[in-house]
């Protein structure tokens, strides 16, 4: 199987913390790939260093071939687990705007964007702004816009906090799809049930250190 991600000896240190220690491991170009523990394992630290927004203190990352994910970010979509959408946009104009971002032309992204919605059964949703949708319905508008380029890598952070048991199962039925279409999917998690159902492989992060894989 072919690598879409490789960390090498990771290391992530912040003055005396470490935060992450020598981790290693692979995740196989379009598997999904659950990265589980509890909250301060180092899970959003090692995505960052995995996306580029912080460096690593040592060790090395392939991610699509490059060293850096900032290389090849329109090639990546991400997820945060700070939500964070304009509130007078509606979903539609959001979905593009983070679309354009991305360098997909605006008028391709609203329609892309129009059609993802209907989708996912938001299409009524999708000329509301976006501080009258509920908190579900606004995640999956939030992970529409993060894929709404067609990304060959997609990063989720927590996407599944916060959500009732409802929307966790439309969640579920996005990430799956984005696999069949593909993209190779990492996204982290405290919950094993989420992992267990929707993974190839899972590796589990206790105080930064890679306890099982």
């Not at 220690?21 to 523990?37: A, N, R, Y």
């Not at 992970?143 to 916060?162: M, N, T």
């Amino acid at each position: 199987m072919v690598a879409a991600l490789t960390l090498d000896g990771i290391s992530k240190r912040y003055g005396g913390f470490q935060a992450v220690s020598d981790l290693s491991f692979q995740v196989e170009k379009g598997s999904i790939c659950g990265f589980l523990g509890p909250n301060g394992a180092g899970k959003t630290s090692t995505l960052r260093m995995i996306l580029g927004l912080q460096p690593a203190t040592s060790g090395h990352i392939d991610i699509l071939g490059a060293d850096d994910g900032r290389k090849v970010r329109d090639r990546i979509g991400f997820l945060p687990e700070e939500r964070g959408l304009y509130k007078k946009m509606t979903p539609v104009d959001a979905i593009a705007f983070f679309g354009g971002l991305k360098g997909l032309p605006l008028p391709e992204g609203r329609r892309r964007g129009r059609e993802m919605l209907e989708q996912m059964g938001l299409g009524e949703a999708s000329k509301k702004k976006m501080k009258e949708l509920s908190k579900g319905m606004a995640q999956k508008v939030q992970l529409i816009a993060s894929v709404v380029h067609q990304p060959e890598f997609v990063i989720l952070d927590e996407p599944f906090s916060g959500l009732d048991p409802m929307n966790q199962q439309g969640l579920e039925a996005m990430i799956r799809a984005l696999a069949d279409n593909g993209a190779t999917v990492l996204f982290s998690t405290h919950v094993m049930q989420h992992a267990e159902r929707l993974c190839d492989k899972v590796v589990l992060l206790a105080r930064g250190r890679k306890a099982f894989e």
